[in-house]
């Protein structure tokens, strides 16, 4: 929460302002188009999926800002940060136009030198139908935790290592080597569904994956904290006989159990239009 100080205002929280940074990002969209403020809110080194991992800032410095494209509006229903305050994250609803298409959004936020936040990551999946959590939605938060790595080099050497043993149990069955490391608490997504909440849930959307995923890491980052990391990779199956490619990103934190995934996504490549189907 937010702490009132001797004066009686009230001091931001770093989740506080992460939440403040995608409500900016998303009003900017409404103002100046999504080009531009996808432009102006994204960090130097930022990536996204087109379909594979590219910068961000030289992507979109191809798409001009004008004449402005104010169709995507999306805003945050759930939000985490490290208890070093400068790595977080929000996800929630996306809707393009008259409720033309809807998906769900996942940004990661990093804390800059300057002190302002940029995204470092973003993507989501599309669903079938409109959330039916709207804009005014108070934003659930990813509770803290006491468990710490050393430092964020420690951090990402343990999540490399909880990345690998999850990939190893995920070429034999997909469904028991999630459901071996999500955190209770924790969300996914990846399929038209709405975002899966609760063991029950999870197991719903895990039967809409692949029986076997071969996962292949490239990337990501660890909180100076060390209870908090990004990471994201290629994803590789078979359906219906045929391979099939996509990426991955996640949120790991460190809990007293170990590290547990508190946020999973799969961004599916959709097949060549010259391609079987």
């Keep these: 929460m937010a702490l009132a100080t001797a004066a009686g205002t009230v001091r931001a929280t770093p989740l ?3 939440i403040a940074a995608e409500r900016a990002f998303a009003a900017d969209a409404q103002t100046r188009g999504w080009v531009a403020a996808f432009k102006a809110f994204a960090a ?10 590219v910068n961000a800032q030289a992507m979109l410095a191809q798409r001009p800002d004008q004449p402005a494209d104010t169709s995507l509006k999306w805003w945050p229903i759930w939000a985490g940060v ?3 305050g400068e790595l977080g994250f929000t996800t929630g609803p996306y809707v393009i136009g008259d409720n033309a298409a809807f998906g769900h959004y996942f940004t990661v936020w990093q804390k800059q030198p300057d002190g302002a936040w940029r995204w470092i990551f973003d993507g989501g999946p599309r669903s079938a139908a409109r959330s039916p959590f709207g804009p005014d939605t108070e934003p659930a938060r990813l509770a803290p935790t006491a468990s710490r790595s050393a430092d964020a080099a420690a951090a990402m050497l343990e999540v490399a290592a909880a990345e ?18 999500l955190a209770d608490d924790g969300r996914i997504m990846g399929s038209t569904a709405p975002p899966a909440i609760g063991r029950a849930a999870f197991a719903d959307e895990l039967a809409r994956r692949s029986a076997a995923i071969e996962f292949t890491a490239l990337g990501g980052t660890a909180a100076q904290a060390g209870d908090l990391s990004f990471t994201y990779g290629t994803a590789a199956w078979t359906e219906n006989d045929t391979p099939r490619r996509g ?18 996504e799969i961004l599916v490549v959709p097949p060549q239009p010259d391609a079987p189907p």
Excluded: C, M
Aim: charged share 20%; no cysteine.
């Design 16 to 18: 506080d302002e992460v």
């Design 44 to 53: 130097a080194e930022a990536i996204v999926f087109q379909p594979d991992p």
């Design 82 to 84: 490290a208890a070093s």
């Design 164 to 181: 690998k043993a999850l990939a190893r149990a995920a070429t034999a069955n997909v469904a028991t080597a999630y459901l071996a490391v």
């Design 247 to 264: 990426h991955y990103a996640r949120i790991w934190q460190k809990r007293a159990a170990g590290w547990r995934l508190a946020f999973d």
